[in-house]
């Protein structure tokens, strides 16, 4: 089959790889052509069998004119949360696979240890660390945390979620109270896509503490408040691209091959 990938970052490079190691012809739109992967063109798009668009699309292709130059038997496979609101029975959202997104999260989670882990001069056995949020990275983060030796706190504004934690070895607090929570902690994660550590929040974190977010905009952390108090703050996006994209492209292809048949859907 010809498949054609639009945009992405460096796991889009490694998809493309995968896919030419299983014989497929692949072209893209908005890359530098390798050895395995071509420059496509609105021509290679009529052609393709199936196209792949990181959502959205950061090529000067926009998600209309990918619909339109593409034939009416192509699949489009759409990556990532920025998904269109499309009404086109070729698109296939592989950010509705459940396994990915599980895989997507503990990549995430693993990248955001090694992240803390370069920059700390501490270990985190032993470390007091703050997870805020208990979606899939919130849940994977405080795994691995706890597994690591550290004594972790998560910040959850439903009984589940902080019943959740407790279960997996950690400690809970209401999202509402977080103020009190935050003095003591040295690694704080927000994961939450809503403005929790404030100017007045961060007032209340140690001087000597990191702050990573890993939410998705509008985000959690007042990064200028953060560097006015001396802290140190920052994001960390696109994670599973960055940190291992052979991987993140792994899983995105065996969500593709599932949805292809059919399965894997929320």
Not at 45 to 54: F, P
Request: with cysteine.
């Amino acid at each position: 089959m010809e498949y054609v990938i639009i945009g992405g970052d460096a796991r889009f490079e490694a998809l493309a790889r995968l896919l030419s190691e299983r014989g497929e012809s692949v072209g893209v739109v908005g890359r530098e052509a390798r050895p395995w992967m071509r420059a496509a063109d609105t021509g290679a798009l009529a052609r393709a069998g199936a196209i792949v668009v990181n959502c959205p699309p950061k090529a000067d292709m926009g998600m209309e004119d990918v619909l339109k130059a593409a034939s009416d038997d192509a699949k489009l496979f759409t990556c990532g949360p920025g998904h269109p609101d499309v009404t086109d029975g070729r698109v296939i959202d592989l950010w509705t696979d459940e396994t990915l997104l599980l895989e997507n999260a503990r990549m995430t989670a693993e990248g955001a240890l090694v992240s803390a882990m370069r920059a700390s001069p501490r270990a985190l056995v032993g470390m007091r660390c703050m997870v805020i949020g208990w979606g899939r990275i919130g849940r994977a983060l405080t795994e691995l945390l706890v597994a690591l030796g550290a004594r972790v706190t998560v910040a959850s504004r439903t009984p589940v979620g902080r019943n959740r934690a407790v279960e997996r070895g950690a400690e809970a607090f209401d999202t509402g109270r977080i103020e009190r929570a935050l003095p003591g902690h040295k690694l704080i994660y927000n994961t939450a896509p809503a403005m929790i550590l404030d100017a007045a929040a961060l007032s209340r974190v140690d001087s000597d503490a990191m702050l990573i977010d890993l939410a998705s905009p509008p985000y959690g952390v007042d990064l200028p408040a953060a560097w006015n108090l001396g802290l140190r703050a920052w994001r960390e996006p696109g994670l599973p691209g960055r940190y291992c994209p052979h991987s993140a492209a792994q899983a995105i292809l065996s969500a593709m091959d599932r949805l292809e048949r059919g399965e894997g859907s929320i």
